[in-house]
Nanobody, 119 residues
Framework: QVQLQESGPGLVKPSQTLSLTCTVSGGSITINYYYWSWIRQPPGKGLEWVGYIAYSGSTYYCPSLKSRTSISRDTSKNQFTLQLSSVTPEDTAVYYC???????????WGQGTQVTVSS
């Protein structure tokens, strides 16, 4: 059973960098052919895909967030990390880490973590 757990600060000040880590258990993040995503849900809005890091280590980001987003991984800890720079209150959301397959199925989700951007 694959499990994902998000961790990181719940409050970030405007203009700072949001940093979240997802710790994965029950399966390696380097196994073919899975994609490890960050998805967020702002209050009162739908889900928004932020980006992913693939089993190979390649990354792909939502075009509207690309200039501010970086996703990296630590294979020794089986973790992947989201960094979102220059945050504004519009980045306030519940952030989820998610496993996806090459078929597009999102089969395992973390419980989500609330991040609020406020001074």
């Amino acid at each position: 059973q694959v499990q994902l757990q998000e961790s990181g600060p719940g409050l970030v000040k405007p203009s700072q960098t949001l940093s979240l880590t997802c710790t994965v258990s029950g399966g390696s993040i380097t196994i073919n052919y899975y994609y490890w995503s960050w998805i967020r849900q702002p209050p009162g809005k739908g889900l928004e895909w932020v980006g992913y890091i693939a089993y190979s280590g390649s990354t792909y980001y939502c075009p509207s967030l690309k200039s501010r987003t970086s996703i990296s991984r630590d294979t020794s800890k089986n973790q992947f990390t989201l960094q979102l720079s220059s945050v504004t209150p519009e980045d306030t959301a519940v952030y989820y880490c998610v496993r996806g397959s090459s078929s597009g199925q999102l089969d395992y989700w973390g419980q989500g973590t609330q991040v609020t951007v406020s001074s």
